[in-house]
């Protein structure tokens, strides 16, 4: 069965980074995009972007332009996501998640948070 | 961006049939999805393009809708459907999520 399994919470200081796993399995880790979303305590759901691992391809909302940087290593099919310059606003839940056709996401991650303080 | 806008909180009785609207600020056609959300978990996949059940997602659940006004419904609700129920679109770049209907079970 297909699994995402992330890493665990991080503590970081602002103006760090910190670079959060999502380990796949139960399918081919290479055909299928992997999207990572954002939740901010008692919020909704926002769309950071998406990689491709199969050759590297990705896609961000415009708005994590700098913030955000997506990779996959194919060998252990992990995809990751850093973050930088953190500040409070970056604290939050980061999930993984397979997209399937039409970008909807059946597959999640438990999800991963987040939390920025000095 | 595409705003999708939904009701904040909705509060029904168990066997009552729910309606959670999601109306969307430009036409998405018909690919809008649907998820459950409970504390502390990640969300699951309700219905996809528009009103296909997710294979495993009880029939009381469905959805409808395109352009720009979607539906989902339960009939019945049950207490278990307690949770926040999202609308995405992947229409439009970059794809957005509404900001959640939590429903209450009486």
């Known amino acids: 069965q297909v699994q995402l399994q992330q890493s665990g919470a991080e503590l970081v200081k602002p103006g760090s980074s910190v670079k959060i796993s999502c380990k796949a399995s139960?399918?081919?880790?290479?055909?299928?995009?992997m999207h990572w979303i954002k939740q901010q305590p008692g919020n909704g759901l926002e769309w950071i972007g998406w990689?491709?691992?199969?050759?590297?391809?990705?896609k961000y909302n415009q708005k994590f332009n700098g913030k955000a940087t997506l990779t996959a290593d194919k060998s252990s099919s992990t995809a990751y996501m850093q973050l930088s310059s953190l500040t409070s606003e970056d604290s939050a839940v980061y999930f993984c998640?397979?997209?399937?056709?039409?970008?909807?996401?059946?597959?999640w991650g438990q999800g991963t948070l987040v939390t920025v303080s000095s | 961006d595409t705003v999708l806008t939904q009701s904040p909180a909705l509060a029904v009785s168990p066997g009552e049939r729910v309606t959670i609207s999601c109306r969307a600020s430009?036409?998405?056609?018909?690919?809008m999805h649907w998820y459950q959300q409970k504390p502390g978990q990640q969300p699951t996949l309700l219905i996809y393009?528009?009103?296909n059940l997710e294979s495993g997602v009880p029939a009381r659940f469905s959805g409808s809708g395109s352009g720009t006004d979607f539906t989902l419904t339960i009939d019945p609700v049950e207490a278990d459907d307690t949770a926040t129920y999202y609308c995405?679109?992947?229409?439009?770049?970059?794809?957005?999520f509404g900001s959640g209907t939590k429903l209450e079970i009486k």
């Open positions: 998640a397979r997209s399937d056709g039409y970008n909807r996401f059946a597959y």
């Open positions: 139960g399918y081919t880790f290479t055909s299928y995009d």
């Open positions: 990689i491709y691992p199969g050759n590297g391809n990705t």
């Open positions: 430009e036409s998405v056609s018909t690919l």
């Open positions: 393009l528009a009103s």
């Open positions: 995405q679109q992947s229409w439009n770049d970059p794809l957005t």
